[in-house]
């Protein structure tokens, strides 16, 4: 029973116009595994995410979500299996004209209907676990650094006790230690509620940290997964010259040289 993958991904296709993204993808993400996904940029990640987020339709293929695939979903239906998500966009996504607990119960308030003060004192907790105290809590989020802002985006991720989170480029935009700190903030947050969590990331050290397993995306689809203490030697020459940063490799960025 426990073998059903909480996120099931096959034969997914999309493509825009003549562009094809994602061509063939096939991923699994097990109960409580933490998986991190990679590639390039322009590879396709974004829309991925956006594929299991219902927010883009794929082409073909299924997205399995607790052995119901919810592509094409109703509305109504949709809106009912993204209540089970957490979600930490690139750049934080918070909401400049609410305090940043309004920002963190915001979920709390909308789609759980809870009142405003027990709403409100949730959010203090889950500020408490990554870090933040009450006095943070009254200000803006234009009024705080780029870390804390992450901080933030984190609490709210988790306000609702999500059974899945999705983590856009978590780290991008800190420096090395704060985000460190995100990544452990991550992991523990991820742990204690013993969430699925499915990342994207260029950041190795990230995905280092946060990844049960990696999956590396390229040619629209999963080129290599597997355990993040084999990533240096999976083998695969994409991998290799990914992870290690190198110009050169199989992998042609979409520069023009001259
Ligand atoms: N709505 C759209 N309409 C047309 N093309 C799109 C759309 N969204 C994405 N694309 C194209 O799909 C490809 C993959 O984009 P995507 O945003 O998924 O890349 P990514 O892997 O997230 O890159 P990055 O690491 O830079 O964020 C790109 O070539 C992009 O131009
Ligand atoms: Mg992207």
Known sequence: MTDQPKIRIRDLHKRFGSKVVLDGLDLDVGVAESVVVIGGSGSGKSVLLKCILGLIDPDSGTIEIDGRNVVGLPRAE?????????MLFQGGALFDSLPVWEN????????KRMGRPEARAVALE???QVGLNEE???????????GMQKRVSLARAIAIEPEIIFFDEPTTGLDPIMSDV?????????????????????????????ADRV?????????????????????NAHVDQFINGRAEGPIQMAVRRS
């Open 215 to 235: 999956a590396m995306l390229y040619d629209g689809r999963i080129i290599w997964a597997g355990p993040v203490a084999d990533i240096d030697r999976s083998g």
């Open 126 to 128: 889950k500020l408490a």
């Open 78 to 86: 949709r809106e009912a299996y993204m209540r089970k998500f957490g």
């Open 136 to 146: 943070v809590s009254l200000l803006s989020p234009a009024e705080l650094s780029g």
């Open 182 to 210: 995100i990544n452990d903030l991550i992991v523990k947050c991820t742990r204690e509620l013993g969430a699925t969590a499915l990342s994207i990331t260029h950041d190795m050290a990230s995905a280092r940290k946060i």
């Open 104 to 111: 963190v119960a915001f979920g709390l308030i909308q789609s």
